[in-house]
């Protein structure tokens, strides 16, 4: 018989609990709280599950010195919500939600690009004017789009847009192979019917979409944010679908979430807003909670983490 | 120098006239007319472009006996419009716009197709409330298509569905290689997410699609129609959506079009209606044009017509 070891505490930020930690009975000894007790669980936590990945509890919460964490996961592909200098700075290991939302957000942007090209929003709303109006819509296939964003999900959504036929163009931090690096973004912007911004958001990344870069599109072309909303510099965008700049947006993410009722953006003229929803497919709290506990069983283990964080960047760094 | 042949005369059945049609001077005397002068300009034509392809005056003004265009084509795909016995049994050819439909017809159910899977029109309704109201969608790869109509439209919805990751099945007149026959199709229906309905109005499809049908449907599926409206007994796929048989529907074409602003249809809970749309991008006038031009300088110069019509199957054959 060997000595018996105490289990791992798992402390988890939720609103609503997991499902599927079933698999943890004996691994762990998991412990639920809400953001107004994360500070004083923090210290005595070996592991870290942000399962309410609206909630930027962490950032504040975070303890500068002293016991914490040796691992931090987030069930969300972006971790601005929980990045401090503190966390950055420390030993953690953080990992996130990758993969899970890659092929679900690239069937919400190819359906918003099809949605567009075939006028459908203008069909919906003729529909309830009980109006038979004939109208000539766009082929997608030879279009052009630009992915801003070359993690896996911006790849994603290239490999479903050139299944329609989309000419595609992916933008990331820096050129690389198939990679063009944002020196092109204005140039590419400029010819694109489509531009897509899936990037995660970082001091590089934070209002990068506003006036000047709306101003490069043409005036057909249509703006669609599944990232995170501080990409776009919310007015700017709006002013220039007033202006008739560009011919349409899609917002599924939003500076700040949920959206008031008496935001101006719900009735921007040619602007769809979504309530972050792009990833959210049936099952997909079932896979975030298999995806976490796959990696805790390795982690429990001590074999090495899967989907880690590059915690200065704010990603996990790709090929 | 031979002696000059009198130029074949071209009747044009339209309304706006077709463009292009320039290239035909020198080799076509061209006459334009309404459906009023039809019957009376009939006689004294060599060909018959039928350009106004909403018209059934075709059918009305047939001459029974008596001298006829030798040739009649059609600035559409479907012939139900202008055919009748007598054209039937006459040794007049008739062609079609085969082709030019085929891929813009396959984008825009494919857009229906995503655009239902994440809920779009709900997210536009909800738009309309200021209201943030997160739901889960569906995932588009794994689901099932029937496409009902094995011509090259229902062929180029089955390519483009399956390139965006739906399992497709084709049912046509008759089973062969690749091609269900009706008699797979409720079999079919009653496991599919979405049904879409891309035949030919003929004897054996006229209202296939009525109470019996969509109750073998799941409550989750889709029913799309983007054939001819006759295919569907428009009140018991009312009665479908009402009763929540169905999730949902797109009808494109109607029994009568256009849709008058008393239609019950445009209120059904549901039910997406558009102004038979689905084929129409922009240039598709030039394209029909260009395809009747090219059709026309080979029979001029005596070379078979390709796109010819099966009069008595009421559509081109395929393979």
Redesign the interface.
Known sequence: MTPATPLPTLLVLDADPPPRLGRLTGKARIVHTDADGLAERLPAADALLVWDFTSHAVRAAWPGTGPRPRWVHTASAGVDHLMCPELAASDTVVTNARGIFD??IA??V???V??A??D??R??D??RE????????????GTRAVVVGSGPIGRAIVR?LK???VTTALVGRAARSGVHGPEDLDRLMARADWVIAAAPLTDDTHGMFDTRRFGVMQPSAWFVNVGRGQLVVEEDLAEALRRRWIAGAALDVFAR???G?D?PL??VPGL??????SG?????RDELAVQFVDLYEGWAAGRPLANVVDKKRGYVPGH
Chains 1, 2 share one sequence.
């Open positions: 092929e679900p069937e919400y190819t359906a918003l099809l949605a090209a075939k459908l929003p069909t919906l003729l529909q009980r109006t038979w109006r004939h109208r000539e819509t766009r082929r997608v296939a479903m299944a329609v036929g979430e949920p959206l009722e935001s719900w009735g769809i807003v979504s309530p972050h929803m959210d497919t049936v099952g997909w």
